[in-house]
């Protein structure tokens, strides 16, 4: 079942194996899709040479800062060189100044409120700016993003605000990319060990939390992230935009 035959597209937010960008472009790149790849920096580059490489040596790989609007513009450029045109983006990006997510919200600092705005929530803005010219048969858009968005999680502090203005961003997107056939949409992910989740005081008892409460009393896996972006990237999603689809197992639904 080649759900994605034909399709052309790009992830930002590879880091390693265990994130949740490579185990969306890995069920992308099953089902059919040709996919580009961006890192952050040099630091993050053989890495995803690596994993890259899997889909075959002339995978197309650029360095990409989504901070910087001439990486972006860059990135489109060679994208448009190389593809033509583009019909799958997907955006698994966040970052917020470590201190903030430790201490209390109140003290978040307008530096780090700006940086973690920034990373998380304007990157979206530029980068689906930064594609439309090149989904010319339509697109799919889909961003990562997490319930600390609209429930306050402890420690979440500004990721939390700036994945509000992500999912908003979202819907805005959707409405003035609408008529060019190009949908805008969210999977908000449970809990998975990450890079970004690593290091988070507590995790591991957030792990256990969503174990206990959630309805399917299990936490999510990759596997389930990528079937889910497959789903938003392809026609059974024809006519889903500017949508939040809560992948956790159900524990967003839960009052107690
Ligand atoms: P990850 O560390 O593997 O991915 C985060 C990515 O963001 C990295 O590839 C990093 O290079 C990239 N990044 C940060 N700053 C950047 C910049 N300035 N320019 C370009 N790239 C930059 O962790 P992950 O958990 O796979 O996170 C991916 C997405 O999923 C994030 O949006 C995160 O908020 C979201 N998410 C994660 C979880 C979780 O529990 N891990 C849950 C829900 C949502
Ligand atoms: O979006 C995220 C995490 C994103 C993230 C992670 C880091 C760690 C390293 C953003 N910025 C940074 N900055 C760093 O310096 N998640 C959904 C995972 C996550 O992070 C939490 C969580 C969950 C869940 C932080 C506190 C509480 C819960």
Redesign the pocket.
Same mark, same amino acid.
């Given at each position: 079942m080649s759900l994605l035959a034909g399709k052309l597209g790009i992830v930002f937010g590879v880091a390693n194996k265990r994130s949740i960008a490579w185990a969306i472009a890995q069920a992308w790149h099953r089902e059919g899709a040709k996919l580009a790849f961006t890192y952050q920096g040099e630091r993050l580059k053989e890495n995803v040479e690596e994993l890259a490489g899997t889909f075959g040596a002339d995978t197309l790989l650029m360095e990409c800062d989504v901070t910087k609007d001439a990486d972006i513009a860059r990135v489109f450029d060679e994208v448009g060189k190389k593809f033509g045109k583009l019909h799958l983006l997907l955006h698994s990006v966040? !970052?917020?100044?470590?201190d903030a997510?430790e201490g209390e919200f109140v003290n978040t600092s307008r530096e780090a409120f700006r940086v973690a705005h920034d990373v998380s929530a304007y990157s979206l803005v530029a980068l689906a700016r930064g594609a439309a010219p090149l989904m010319t048969g339509g697109g799919s858009i889909v961003a990562m993003t $997490?319930y600390?968005s609209e429930k306050v999680?402890?420690? $979440?502090n500004v990721?939390g605000v700036a994945k509000a203005s992500l999912e908003a961003s979202a819907r805005y997107l959707a409405y003035d990319l609408g008529p060019k056939k190009i949908r805008v949409n969210c999977i908000s992910a449970g809990?998975v060990n990450t890079l970004?989740?690593r290091?988070?005081a507590g !995790?591991t008892e957030?792990l256990k939390r969503y174990e206990a409460h959630a309805p399917l009393k299990r936490n999510v896996l990759p596997e389930e992230l990528g079937a889910t972006g497959v789903f938003l990237a392809g026609d059974g999603a024809a006519a889903i935009t500017g949508q939040v689809i809560y992948v956790d197992c159900g524990y967003q639904i839960m009052g107690m």
């Open positions: 966040a !970052f917020a100044p470590k997510l $997490y600390g999680v402890p420690h $979440y990721m809990p970004a989740a290091g988070i !995790f957030m």
